[in-house]
């Protein structure tokens, strides 16, 4: 069974808690909403679970009912009671521990894993590039993000909303928008809408390129992404390499897919 939104407000007010913004915190409190994210994430009998941001453990439950094995990561000392609480009975690990400071590839070493979640807003891009870059055990996501981040996620080249998190994506895997949220199924609701995104690696040999040094020519080719590349790479690249990697140095960085970006950076640390 998942919780209704009197039982969440019931479970708030019971442990005197009003939602963070500093955290991002916004609960999901439609049962229908929780179990559509489990069926989407195609959870088998199981299956190892990594939560992010549980919250009072909506999504916990209905990752729980299709026979996930759950191990969730909570920062807020009191919604780790109320996580107690709702999963007394229940088979979950829980760690308190701030998601953006945590050892992924320590913890989550070995086996395969699905992050599933309704991710912080203010969090939601850094934590899955940096999941993306160290845990590769973590082979799926399937996260609730703010729509203008999954916009940005899944973006293609050409595109305003193509930018560094949009080519690091797809560096490692395959994303898509799966499903669009209205700001009702949350308390507090939030001002905008949200969406679903499946992120799903790859089998792209990710070592066929310094990684360093392609994120670096990325990071720099968008942060001025009006110039050309000529002009926002600057030293970093010669005209050569441009040349030895049929990029056109007067394009700009929204122009280039994710095998451009290689190439180029082949030629840079050759």
Same mark, same amino acid.
């Given at each position: 069974? %998942?919780?209704?939104?009197?039982?969440?407000?019931? #479970?708030?007010?019971?442990?005197?808690?009003?939602?963070?913004?500093?955290?991002?915190?916004? *609960?999901?409190?439609?049962?229908?909403?929780?179990?559509?994210?489990?069926?989407?994430a195609e959870i088998e009998t199981g299956d190892q679970v990594l939560?992010?941001?549980?919250?009072?453990?909506?999504?916990?439950?209905? #990752?729980?009912?299709?026979?996930?094995?759950?191990?969730?990561?909570?920062?807020?000392?009191?919604?780790?009671?109320?996580?107690?609480?709702?999963?007394?009975?229940?088979?979950?690990?829980?760690?308190?521990?701030?998601?953006?400071?945590?050892? *992924?590839?320590?913890? *989550?070493?070995?086996?395969?894993?699905?992050?599933?979640?309704? #991710?912080?807003?203010?969090?939601?891009?850094?934590? !899955?590039?940096? !999941?993306?870059?160290?845990?590769?055990?973590?082979?799926?996501?399937?996260?609730?993000?703010?729509?203008?981040?999954?916009?940005?996620?899944?973006?293609?080249?050409?595109?305003?909303? /193509?930018?560094?998190?949009?080519?690091?994506?797809?560096? /490692?895997?395959?994303?898509?928008?799966?499903?669009?949220?209205?700001?009702?199924?949350? #308390?507090?609701?939030?001002?905008?809408?949200?969406?679903?995104?499946?992120?799903?690696?790859?089998?792209? +040999?990710?070592?066929?390129?310094?990684?360093? +040094?392609l994120f670096s020519l990325v990071r720099a080719g968008f942060a001025?992404?009006?110039? %050309?590349?000529?002009?926002?790479?600057?030293?970093?690249? %010669?005209?050569?390499? *441009?040349?030895?990697?049929?990029?056109?140095s007067k394009a700009r960085a929204e122009e280039l897919n994710i095998?451009?970006?290689?190439?180029?950076?082949?030629?840079?640390?050759?």
């Amino acid at each position: 069974m %998942t919780l209704t939104r009197t039982e969440v407000r019931d #479970l708030l007010d019971r442990y005197q808690i009003s939602p963070k913004r500093s955290l991002g915190q916004n *609960f999901v409190v439609e049962p229908n909403t929780v179990r559509r994210i489990a069926e989407l994430a195609e959870i088998e009998t199981g299956d190892q679970v990594l939560e992010i941001g549980p919250g009072v453990g909506s999504l916990t439950l209905a #990752l729980l009912d299709q026979g996930a094995q759950v191990t969730v990561i909570e920062i807020d000392d009191k919604l780790i009671e109320v996580l107690k609480e709702v999963t007394a009975d229940k088979q979950v690990k829980i760690l308190h521990e701030d998601a953006m400071n945590f050892e *992924f590839d320590n913890h *989550f070493a070995s086996g395969k894993w699905k992050l599933v979640a309704n #991710l912080p807003y203010n969090i939601s891009v850094p934590l !899955i590039c940096n !999941i993306l870059d160290t845990t590769p055990s973590i082979n799926e996501m399937l996260v609730m993000v703010q729509s203008e981040v999954a916009d940005r996620l899944v973006a293609s080249p050409g595109t305003k909303t /193509y930018g560094f998190p949009s080519v690091k994506i797809s560096f /490692y895997a395959e994303a898509s928008v799966v499903s669009r949220v209205p700001p009702s199924v949350f #308390l507090p609701r939030p001002r905008v809408d949200s969406a679903i995104v499946k992120i799903k690696r790859h089998s792209r +040999i990710t070592n066929e390129v310094n990684k360093e +040094i392609l994120f670096s020519l990325v990071r720099a080719g968008f942060a001025h992404r009006r110039k %050309t590349l000529r002009r926002s790479l600057g030293v970093m690249v %010669t005209e050569e390499e *441009f040349k030895k990697s049929n990029i056109n140095s007067k394009a700009r960085a929204e122009e280039l897919n994710i095998d451009e970006w290689i190439g180029l950076a082949r030629e840079v640390q050759s």
